[in-house]
């Protein structure tokens, strides 16, 4: 029995002393830190009737009909852009492109607006600015409202948290407005 009893006192005595330590105590809050290397432009034209810049860290490849997709892989995001020929039907390409940015109204938080006006360039356009969990957080369109018209938005290849892409999105929503803002019609096709 002395042996069960002293038995029972050492393992009471051992829990004890492991117990003693100092209680633990959460990390401090912090944040993941992402840093993209400042954005370097380069020009690009083909047969296109559009030329612009884009980030010279981005990879361009063009689709069908001028169409372009620039691929940002450490990002894990593309920004499509849409060339179309205005044949008088300038108010229905608007109207299409207003559409595509009001669709995502339900998951955003707010859409800002910013107008993009270039007479010299005869470029005249529109940059959305789509905040909360929307598939996509920046959209435009530029046009001359005669020939040209071109459309852009943004995709990450991942579930839209807006918290969590805001750095990559922010770093990708100005090298859209650097696009857009460099717009140029050329003669192409």
């Known amino acids: 029995m002395t042996n069960k009893i002293i038995g029972f006192l050492t393992v009471v005595l051992l829990l004890s002393f492991t117990a003693c330590k100092d209680d633990a105590l959460p990390k401090p809050a912090s944040q993941l830190r992402l840093d993209y290397p400042v954005a370097q432009y380069a ?7 559009v030329a612009f810049d884009i980030n010279e860290d981005a990879i361009i490849k063009e689709d069908k ?62 940059f959305y600015q ?26 990450f290849y991942a579930k839209p948290n807006f918290d969590s892409i805001m750095p990559a999105a922010d770093y990708i929503k100005n090298d859209m407005q650097q696009l857009m803002e460099t717009i140029q019609w050329t003669q192409g096709r």
Request: positive net charge; proline residues 4%; hydrophobic residues 35%.
């Open 43 to 49: 020009s690009f034209s083909n047969h296109c009737p």
């Open 65 to 126: 009909n001028c169409g372009f997709s620039i691929n940002y892989p450490k990002m894990k995001a593309t920004i499509y852009l849409t060339y179309k020929t205005v044949n008088g039907d300038i108010n229905k390409l608007l109207r299409d492109a207003q559409k595509l940015t009001y669709e995502h109204v339900i998951k955003a938080d707010d859409i800002l607006e910013q107008p993009y006006i270039n007479p010299d360039k005869k470029v005249y356009g529109m």
């Open 130 to 155: 789509v905040r909360g969990n929307a598939a996509t957080n920046a959209q435009f369109y530029a046009t001359d409202s005669l020939k040209h018209f071109v459309t852009g938005s943004v995709y």
